[in-house]
């Protein structure tokens, strides 16, 4: 991930923070902060799963470039 890439990232995750804080903050009962709170462990939930499932691809793509690496290595030698 680029440095813009992060920083626009955090960009995003300071949006939602502020945008859920809100909700709550206007909520007029406990029963509705809760709810509120609720919803936003379950959006950052989902975001971090996007985020987990991309960085596996990652990580598979790498494993199957280090194979591909040690194939030709010794294939060389």
Do not use: F, P, Y
Request: aromatic fraction near 6%; include cysteine; proline fraction near 0%.
């Amino acid at each position: 991930m680029t440095w813009e890439n992060t920083l626009r990232e955090r960009r995003r995750a300071k949006r939602r923070k502020d945008h859920h804080e809100q909700v709550i903050a206007k909520a007029d009962t406990s029963r509705k902060k809760l709810s509120a709170a609720c919803g936003w462990l379950i959006t950052e939930a989902w975001q971090a799963g996007r985020i987990a499932e991309v960085h596996a691809w990652v990580l598979e793509k790498v494993h199957e470039i280090r194979k591909e690496a040690n194939r030709r290595d010794s294939n060389a030698a």
